[in-house]
């Protein structure tokens, strides 16, 4: 994958396999590091898949016995000097966290993480709940979209003009925290 918004995609996208209906994504930039952390609500795993996952010869799909985005993921972050975690319990759900050192050279770019949440949130509208975080320096950014719905009024968020309102407020609030520490 060539960026970190990619890795945080495929991340979620297990989180939605796994029937999770909250994910919670908290991304933070604190001394030369950029951290993020997604959690969810989903069935979990028992200790010996969370093991298991870090293999790319195992996965819980069936069209394919290969599963390479959680070891990349691992890789990617592990290589700046980074670092990678996995948390999980059978009925609870999972955490995943990984760290960047973004000064490595081999440190991948952020990407572009408002198109990767709004793909997630406007994709999975009407069943599934997010949360995101941002924090970097003295920025903060907030967003919860339980809260967005209960404003909506029963308007989805995956209509057009909702749409286009959410890329824009997205937008502006990841380039005011994350703009002077991603590039």
Known sequence: MRDISLHIMDLAQNSL???AKLITIDIEV????????LSDDG?????????????????SRTTRKVGLGIPLTKHSAEITGGS???????GEGTLVSATYVLSSIDCIPLGDLTATLLTLISGNADTVDFVVNILAGEKSF???????KE???GVSL???EVIKWLH??????????LGGYIT
Do not use: W
């Open 17 to 19: 396999s796994a029937g």
């Open 30 to 37: 604190v001394g030369g590091r950029l951290t993020y952390k």
């Open 43 to 59: 069935k979990g795993m028992a200790k010996e898949q969370v093991e298991a996952v870090l293999s790319p010869f195992v996965s």
């Open 84 to 90: 990678f975690f996995v948390e999980s319990s059978l």
């Open 142 to 148: 907030n967003m919860n979209t339980a809260e967005i």
């Open 151 to 153: 404003m909506l009024s």
């Open 158 to 160: 995956s209509e057009p």
């Open 168 to 177: 824009g407020y997205l937008d502006e609030n990841i380039a005011d925290c």
